[in-house]
């Protein structure tokens, strides 16, 4: 079983950047296997993908994000991470990291808030 605990989120100004974090436990061998993603969800809206990397390092996005958002993997250290620029007020929302395949798993969230 792998535990996902996600970091990072705080307020920041339209145009500024942040750097989630998604520090993985429990089992090394499960995430460093796993195709790994982000997810949002803001409120009165559902929860939507964000990108993934499969095990190796190949990533997609969500084209409200492309270009803007970066995720990467350290599998030594078992982290995720999103790197989010040019952050606009509709970015806001509560992140989730999410193991996705083959086994699925989710992290508690982390608040990110875009505001001047």
């Known amino acids: 079983q792998v535990q996902l605990v996600e970091s990072g989120g705080g307020l920041v100004q339209p145009g500024g950047s942040l750097r989630l974090s998604c520090a993985a436990s429990g089992s090394g061998n499960i995430f460093n296997i796993n195709t790994m993603g982000w997810y949002r969800q803001a409120p009165g809206k559902q929860r939507e993908w964000v990108g993934s990397?499969?095990?190796?390092?190949?990533?997609n996005y969500a084209d409200s994000v492309k270009g803007r958002f970066t995720i990467s993997r350290d599998n030594a250290k078992t982290t995720l991470y999103l790197q989010m620029n040019s952050l606009e007020i509709g970015d806001t929302a509560v992140y989730y990291c999410?193991?996705?395949?083959?086994?699925?798993?989710w992290g508690q969230g982390t608040q990110v808030t875009v505001s001047s």
């Open positions: 990397i499969d095990s190796g390092g190949i990533t």
């Open positions: 999410r193991g996705l395949l083959p086994y699925n798993f």
